[in-house]
């Protein structure tokens, strides 16, 4: 490793440290409340099990590190150190085969991508770091200002476009959005880019509208490509917790999503909803979201994640 990527390797992991302090000193300190000089009985596994549940894990992981726990250590002394190795290791048991980086194919020319998510997750945010690193791997990006709804949309997808000197696609405000990504399609074809990433709308106030405007836009791609979106990355935002959840279920539906990237890991964030989406839903995590500068988009490692996400020293 290079002295630079060190920098950028400490600035991004302590960051992201202070964004699951919240989850993670609640986790940590909870387990420390619990283990302090205390057999594992019944009654605290429960409550560890409690804990965890709290902590967005999900239901199944949560129960499965608590008997793990209980096969091994029944009714001995237990740190809390301990306790925290455990359960770092059952996540990142569930978390390794999700982590898989994104991966731009070679043979579809333009590689479509499709982004989706509901409003505010960070979607734009994330066309604009993933252009920047599309073209420091030497491929050539454009943008689609698929998100033709608010003219502040098409705006915030064109300052990043300016950002990355890439060329952005859009139309007017209230256009239709399958349209603007036809456009894009054929300009992307003229102008023989690599990428296309096609922003979207994420109103889920109506679920049957956003699933018709987004198997419009697939539909319209599809005819243009038959094996695009090449992929349909649904981007979620961590604070939201088990909110989360739900949203993976809904896009799943609508938009036949191929990956997964979260995004505020750096803020108040409850990562441990990862957990339970890698868990429930079978899809690639390929980034997480680490800040809102260009930089601040990380490959998802699965033991560095889980033992942030426990308090543990990585
Ligand atoms: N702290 C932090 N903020 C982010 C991140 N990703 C996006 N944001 C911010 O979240 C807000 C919504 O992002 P935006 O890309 O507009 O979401 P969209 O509506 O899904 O397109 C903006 O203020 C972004 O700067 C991240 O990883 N960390
Ligand atoms: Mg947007």
Redesign the pocket.
Known sequence: MTEDTTHKKKGWFSRLKDGLKRSSTALSGGIGDIFVKRKLDGATLEELEDLLIMSDLGVAVSRAVCETLSKNRFDKEIAPEEVQAALAREIAEILRPAAIPLNIEAGHKPYIILMV?V????????IGKLAKKFQNEGKSVMLGAG?TFRAA?IE?LQVWGDRNKVPVVSGKVGSDAAGLAYDAIQRARAENIDVLMI?TA?RLQNKSHLMAELSKIIRVIKKQDAAAPHSTLL?LDATTGQNAVLQAKVFQEAANVSGLIM?????TAKGGVLVSIAEKFDLPIHAI????SID?LQSFDADDFSKMLVGLET
């Open positions: 998510g409003n505010g997750s960070g979607k734009t945010t994330t998100d949309a915030q922003d994420g981007v995004t505020k890991l750096d803020g979201g680490v800040g809102e601040d």
